[in-house]
């Protein structure tokens, strides 16, 4: 376990923390004055290895070196000027900080952080942290890395669970969820929707499937993986030339075969380590998914048609009836599918950076 203190007095800012890994859908912006929960499960903390955060440059003033050398490989709007190494937390675990009046800046409904940390230290008045609570953004506390300090706590952190540990535990994560919206006294005050999760593991697998593509088109197994991507892969690639093929692959599941050319695998909720099998090293391009996402696509859960006569097992949980399904086709989240593709090296081919920079026509077509 760890805590975070104010490197100007030392005082603790944060509960007994244990570290996991960022989840995908850190910096998603969904939808239009939306309510989103808070990002982080309490006593958790993750880290942004890169830059986020004001300063921003816009991109005619980067130099091109300096954006290759950022792990940045295709134009984006603008770039972070801001201290790597963010620390992001659930607002119920920040302790001693107080809001910046002046530095409450956001749109209607919240905080945004876009004033730069809007969070002092209770003790010395140090500027430590951003509170994001604004429509559309998940809520959390985004402690800056050059105000904090990292202290180990009540001992060593306990280690991260194995993969089959992981999946005895089996932690899902539906893909399809009520939506809050601000009460109106004329339509409800929540919808279903896809899960934003979703839509944002997502958005980074297509980037990743598309590098993988080789610019050939791509299957993806039945069911639900068909759903939410191979609409989008057949609108971006071409139909001309042999297909490459994607299957699910990780703990628990059957190893592919040789024909596999892609392999959908999930990634360790706590350490962010990408599913690997043991032997000799895959071939196969590996296609980064949250846990509780991959999870649901290589072992969906069974929908019961009918409600079932007598009790349920105890540790079964079941909607009566079954949770509606939105009434529009899954779309991927742009936001993180430029996000990854541009860091991707593969997008420095032609007809990949033409996608890259070009991203509206496919979102006029409903696919993000």
């Given at each position: 376990m760890f805590v975070f203190v104010c490197v100007g007095c030392g005082a603790e800012l944060t509960n007994p923390l244990s570290r996991v890994a960022l989840?995908?859908?850190?910096?998603?912006?969904?939808g239009n004055g939306l309510q989103l929960p808070v990002l982080m499960e309490s006593g958790t903390f993750a880290v942004d290895p890169e830059p986020w955060g004001p300063p921003w440059r816009r991109w005619e003033e980067v130099h091109p070196d300096e954006a290759v050398a950022r792990g940045i490989y295709a134009p984006v709007y603008a770039l972070s000027d801001g201290a790597p190494g963010s620390i992001v937390i659930?607002?119920?675990?920040a302790r001693g900080t107080l809001l910046i009046p002046e530095r409450a800046g956001g749109y209607c409904c919240g905080l945004d952080g876009a004033d730069g940390p809007n969070m002092a230290c209770e003790e010395c008045g140090l500027p430590v942290a951003s509170r994001i609570d604004d429509c559309s953004l998940w809520q959390a506390v985004w402690l800056a890395p050059n105000a904090v300090r990292c202290l180990l706590a009540d001992g060593a952190d306990s280690a991260p669970l194995s993969w089959a540990e992981l999946l005895e535990e089996r932690k899902y994560t539906p893909p399809f969820e009520p939506i809050a919206t601000w009460r109106s006294r004329l339509r409800p005050n929540n919808f279903w929707s896809w899960s934003p999760q979703w839509e944002a593991a997502v958005g980074r697998a297509l980037a990743h499937l598309l590098a993988a593509s080789e610019g050939r088109p791509v299957t993806v197994p039945d069911g639900l993986s068909k759903e939410v991507f191979q609409r989008a892969l057949d609108a971006m690639l071409p139909t001309g030339p042999p297909a490459r093929h994607a299957v699910l692959a990780g703990p628990g599941h059957p190893t592919p075969n040789g024909d596999a050319d892609i392999v959908l695998v999930p990634t360790h909720p706590q350490t962010g380590h990408t599913w690997t099998p043991a032997g000799p090293a895959p071939t196969a391009y590996p296609v980064p998914l949250p846990f509780g996402?991959?999870?649901w696509l290589a072992f969906p859960k069974p929908h019961l048609p009918v409600p079932a006569s007598g009790g349920?097992?105890?540790?079964?949980?079941?909607?009566?009836?079954?949770?509606?399904?939105?009434?529009?086709?899954?779309?991927?989240?742009?936001g993180v599918f430029q996000h990854t593709l541009v860091r991707l090296p593969a997008v420095q081919r032609p007809w990949l950076r033409e996608i890259s920079e070009n991203p509206r026509q496919y979102m006029r077509a409903g696919l993000f």
């Open positions: 989840p995908a859908h850190a910096h998603q912006k969904y659930a607002p119920g675990d996402v991959w999870l349920m097992p105890d540790g079964v949980l079941r909607d009566d009836p079954p949770a509606p399904r939105p009434r529009y086709l899954f779309r991927a989240d742009p």
